[in-house]
Nanobody, 120 residues
Framework: QVQLVESGGGLVQPGGSLRLSCAAS????????MGWYRQAPGKERELVADITSGGATNYADSAKGRLAISRDNAKKAAYLQIDSLKPEDTAVYYC??????????????WGQGTQVTVSS
C-alpha cells in the first residue's frame, strides 16, 4: 500500500507565505513525477506544478513567479512554496505521485489534500 500525506496548509493573510509538504510512504520501489494540484470552491481540480525525479519542473501559467516546487528523493517528499499569497489561492491542495511498487508497474496515487485559506 502507498500513502501520500500532505501538511502545511492553514489560514494565512494576503501577502503571507506557506510551505506545503507531501510525504510518500509504503511499499515503494521508485517515484517518478510528483505534482501539486489545487481545487478551489466550485472549480475543477487544476495542476499547479510538477517535478520529475531528476528535478525538472513544470508550472501552470497561474503559478509562475510565486510558487516553487521541490522534492527530496531520499525522503520521498515533495514541497510547494507559495509566496505573496492571494485570496484566489484559496483551495484544497493535493499532492500526487507516479509510484512504481514493482518494476514495470506504475500508477498514480493521490493524497487527501490540505486546505489553504487566504483571508484577512
Amino acid at each position: 500500500q502507498v500513502q501520500l500525506v500532505e501538511s502545511g496548509g492553514g489560514l494565512v493573510q494576503p501577502g503571507g507565505s506557506l510551505r506545503l509538504s507531501c510525504a510518500a510512504s509504503g511499499s515503494i520501489f521508485s517515484i517518478n513525477a510528483m505534482g501539486w494540484y489545487r481545487q478551489a470552491p466550485g472549480k475543477e481540480r487544476e495542476l499547479v506544478a510538477d517535478i520529475t525525479s531528476g528535478g525538472a519542473t513544470n508550472y501552470a501559467d497561474s503559478a509562475k513567479g510565486r510558487l516553487a516546487i521541490s522534492r527530496d528523493n531520499a525522503k520521498k517528499a515533495a514541497y510547494l512554496q507559495i509566496d505573496s499569497l492571494k485570496p484566489e489561492d484559496t483551495a484544497v491542495y493535493y499532492c500526487n505521485a507516479d509510484v512504481t511498487r514493482i518494476p514495470g508497474y506504475t500508477r498514480t496515487y493521490w493524497g487527501q489534500g490540505t486546505q489553504v485559506t487566504v483571508s484577512s
